[in-house]
């Protein structure tokens, strides 16, 4: 059971943005595209939850062609969370999650009360049962983060696919989002997040795979593949190696 | 439903009831609310009311079919304004910013400019409205850079602007002293013309519009997110976005073709009745619709009382919906709650 990539090709239909991508992306595990900020990442989620058509190469999930599901079918299979944003209207906490059962209702049906069930047990799963009835508009980045997390996971996916999760949080904010993408995927969840931290992948992924200007540099188990000298090659820089007393690793950048 | 918008509701319905009393009770013939209880009973009973004939005529044939059009042009102008403002991510969208105004007031003017009397006046109204729409889709769809909602409106604000001079052009070619007036006076909106053969084909599309809109209530959460996560929600977001405002320019069009431009129903009512229930479509479509009645039915009794002859139904919008509007930037925070 995966969502697989082989020698897939993506970007748009005037500029292509990456190629030779083969991934795998396996329930229970974690999986970290790690590499410098820019736009290649952000494309290639989409491609992989079938937002935008592959150029080339195949894509499956579970064994399918992920082109040949429908819209709702691929909602319910692969989670996605978004970088945080404000969004328009002052929807309560609750209603964004419960956006997240959309592909398991019909075109004109009201949410059902199993619909609003989950909405809460993902709330609870995720520690924020207490901002429910607050707007989204007017809570923190880490929470909105959180509340994003909710929303994907109500749509009951065995597949989340995270961008850039941590991007705009501070520190402690930071250590909680990471810490549910570990439980997730203790759960059975696939989880794929993409980061620009060699440490957060270090410590929270099982396999990293490393991206560069759409090219793929190296992929396999994370503390394998992560040493100093393969993080110079993707960012270009020194970087110095800090160890504690019980052989944990850190990365420090360098000039 | 929680308490909050359960009051919030019942607000918007005791609106509705007292537009519909005082939509009767005021005017040229008086009917207080006993006497229209009465003939209405009369009407359903098939018992003689006892009230005098031309009262009953007042009631069947002249303020009650006024009294319906403008509880259904309100209504569905709130429903098809709520719908856009979600549609395109934007509070500050009424349902004439794809050109269904527009369209519909060219037509309307080319049916008067030709003399072709009321129902060809009408019809190039809605004929008008589908097909400037239809053209800002079609435009808007070819552009692929970007995201299509905002490709969308900055289409339908060239052509309606295009529109706008077309308009123009006929005002000017028209007779000053005949049809100008009449040009004149379709495009500031009422409802005076509003008689009983009009109501059935004006029925029609507003129901059909407004039931698909309210019946995609729910989706329209969803539907107001950028197009990837709404997509990645499970939406199939390009025809639903077609449906919506195919629905919305159904309803805009009928309403235009029934009593004119009538502007800033559908622009103020989404924001009061945001005020009641809050920003959750599925409570705010219907909600909407119930207000947006009786704002038009208030307005329109208004018109009609407020001056020796009537006055145009946007003018007196315009004059409340101003003010009302600066308000509500000045005083929104962050997020439209």
Redesign the interface.
């Known amino acids: 059971m995966s969502l697989s990539a082989v020698d897939l090709a993506y970007g748009y239909?005037e500029r292509q943005i990456g190629r030779a991508i083969t991934l795998a992306l396996r329930a229970g595990e974690v999986l970290a595209l790690l590499g410098p900020n820019g736009r290649g990442k952000t494309t290639l989620l989409?491609t992989l939850?079938g937002?935008l058509p592959p150029q080339a190469g195949g894509l499956t999930l579970d064994e399918k062609p992920l082109a040949g599901l429908t819209?709702?079918e691929?909602?319910?299979a692969?989670g996605?969370v978004?970088q945080a944003?404000?969004?328009?209207?002052?929807?309560?906490v609750f209603?964004v999650v419960l956006?997240?059962r959309?592909?398991h209702?019909a075109?004109?049906?009201?949410?059902s009360r199993h619909d609003r069930e989950v909405a809460m047990v993902m709330l609870e799963r995720l520690g924020i049962l207490e901002l429910a009835e607050r707007?989204?508009?007017?809570i923190s980045g880490g929470e909105r983060q959180l509340v994003l997390i909710a929303?994907a996971l109500a749509?009951e996916p065995r597949y989340v696919i995270l961008d850039e999760p941590t991007a705009s949080l501070d520190f402690g904010n930071q250590g909680k989002v990471m810490a549910q993408i570990g439980r997730l995927a203790a759960e059975g969840l696939g989880v794929l997040f993409t980061t620009h931290d060699p440490n957060q992948a270090l410590r929270h992924a099982d396999r990293v795979m490393m991206i560069r200007e759409g090219r793929m540099l190296a992929s396999g188990i994370a503390k394998d593949l992560l040493t100093p000298a393969r993080l110079m090659e993707l960012y270009g820089v020194g970087i110095e190696t800090v160890r504690d007393g019980e052989g944990r690793v850190a990365f420090l950048p360098g000039e | 439903m929680s308490p909050s918008s359960a009051r919030g509701n019942l607000f918007a319905v005791g609106l509705l009831a007292l537009g519909v009393v005082l939509a009767f009770a005021l005017g040229r013939f008086p009917v207080g609310p006993g006497d229209l209880l009465r003939i209405l009973w009369a009407g359903v009973s098939g018992q003689p009311s006892g009230l005098p004939p031309q009262l009953e005529t007042v009631i069947w044939n002249i303020r009650g079919p006024r009294v319906i059009a403008a509880m259904l042009c309100g209504a569905a102008l709130a429903v098809a304004g709520t719908a856009f403002q979600?549609l395109f991510?934007?509070?500050l969208v009424s349902p004439d910013i794809l050109g269904a105004s527009s369209g519909a007031a060219l037509g309307a003017v080319v049916g008067i400019y030709f003399s072709l009397g009321i129902v060809g006046i009408q019809l190039g109204a809605f004929i008008g409205g589908l097909i400037a729409v239809g053209a800002v889709c079609v435009v808007g769809s070819t552009i692929?850079r970007g995201d299509p909602v905002l490709a969308l409106v900055l289409t339908g604000v060239v052509i309606g602007s295009l529109l706008g001079a077309g308009i123009g052009l006929v005002k000017y070619w028209a007779d000053p002293y005949n049809q100008l007036p009449a040009m004149t006076f379709w495009l500031l909106g009422s409802l005076a013309g509003a008689a009983k053969p009009d109501l059935l084909p004006l029925l029609g599309p507003v129901a059909l519009g407004s039931v698909v809109l309210i019946?995609?209530r729910?989706?329209m959460?969803?539907m107001?997110?950028?197009e990837?996560?709404a997509?990645?929600?499970?939406?199939?977001t390009g025809p639903?976005r077609l449906t919506i405002v195919a629905a919305a320019t159904l309803v805009t069009s009928a309403s235009v073709a029934a009593a004119g431009i009538i502007g800033w129903v559908g622009l103020v009512v989404p924001h009061l009745a945001r005020f009641l229930v809050?920003?959750?479509f599925?409570k705010l479509v219907p909600t909407s619709a119930i207000l947006g009645g009786g704002y038009l039915l208030i307005i329109d009794t208004l018109a009609r009382t407020i001056g020796p002859v009537e006055t145009p139904l946007g003018i007196l919008t315009a004059v409340i919906g101003t003010p009302f509007f600066i308000w509500l930037l000045a005083s929104a925070r962050?997020?439209?709650?």
Not at chain 1, 107 to 111: G, N
């Open positions: 239909p989409k939850l937002l819209v709702s691929r909602a319910r692969l996605y978004p944003h404000a969004g328009t209207f002052a929807f309560s209603t956006m997240g959309t592909a209702g075109l004109f049906a009201a949410p707007p989204y508009t007017q929303r749509q | 979600g991510r934007n509070p692929r019946a995609l729910w989706r959460n969803v107001s997110l950028p990837e996560e997509r990645a929600l499970g939406l199939n639903l809050g920003p959750d599925g962050g997020g439209w709650s």
